[in-house]
């Protein structure tokens, strides 16, 4: 098998990220972050939500490389970029779904009545209490509620061993959400 020049440098890098050379890693983010922060501001994005994917796309390399048969078939950048891209549109869509029902509330009824001004509020309420969660609780949340994503599904995308694993977690998420949709005092 023939392995070019490419291929070597980055198995090297590879390497050293599963070794966690720090020198390796602010290169690789030096490197791979302008593309990310660049498509995410021309999408929609803000330089926070840039740093943010980034900051989640290299978890998942890092995470990655911990496997010893992973091979990286393209530069690090590339992959970065491309899993930087794929979680920036997961986002937007979570986004685009509330937003859509948002829009959808204020069009069925123009003259807002004291109820739907509860209601509107009550889950402004829950998508910042989902949103507190941080990650992964947020994604599994939506991903299973809103979504209807199967949790064998979810355990792909976020990289748990199994279904049972990712159940566990969207439990233990969905006790945490309680306690804070529950904990805060109701306005009336």
Known sequence: MLVTI???ITTGIVDRIRARDRN???SVYKDAYPMVEKYILNNSGSKT???DIFQDA?????KKTADKNFELTAKVSTYLFSV?????LKQLAVHKIDAKELASESEHD???NEDDTVHLSKVKHMQACIKALGEP???IITQFYFLKTPMKRIAEM???TNANNAKNQKYKCFMRLKKMVLGTPKQS
């Open 58 to 62: 290299l978890y998942v390399l890092i």
């Open 137 to 139: 609780c947020s994604t």
């Open 84 to 88: 930087g891209k794929n979680l920036w």
């Open 24 to 26: 390796t890693l602010t």
């Open 49 to 51: 939500e840039a740093q």
């Open 158 to 160: 976020l990289h748990y």
């Open 110 to 112: 123009a003259t807002i």
């Open 6 to 8: 490419d291929q070597e």
